[in-house]
Nanobody, 120 residues
């Protein structure tokens, strides 16, 4: 079964950190780039970050550059998003994604999402 499972979301204060994880539980996306998107209430889904299969290439939205870091551990089929210096405007549902175009901000497969709420 195709399944991307996110975890690590929660309620934090501005300036705090969180680390999100996304497991490819079915080892379905071996060889694929993986990424993170987010969707805030009333807003369109937006690209956050992506990483190639090897980890050698990454891409970030301008709004998170310098604060967020994407990484992966292929032995665990897991991609991480380390989020530092969180701001209230980072509040959103964060979705894990996979696909051949993720590094360009387009995804074919999605997880269910994990809620991140940043209070001021």
């Amino acid at each position: 079964q195709v399944q991307l499972v996110e975890s690590g979301g929660g309620l934090v204060q501005a300036g705090d950190s969180l680390r999100l994880s996304c497991v490819d539980s079915g080892r379905t996306f071996s060889g694929y780039a993986r990424g993170w998107f987010r969707q805030a209430p009333g807003k369109e889904r937006e690209f956050v970050a992506a990483i190639s299969w090897s980890g050698g290439s990454t891409n970030y939205a301008d709004s998170v550059k310098g604060r967020f870091t994407i990484s992966r551990d292929n032995t665990k089929n897991t991609v991480y998003l380390q989020m530092n210096s969180l701001k209230p405007e980072d509040t959103a549902v964060y979705l894990c994604a996979a696909g051949s175009r993720v590094l360009r901000g387009e995804a074919d497969y999605w997880g269910q999402g994990t809620q991140v709420t940043v209070s001021s």
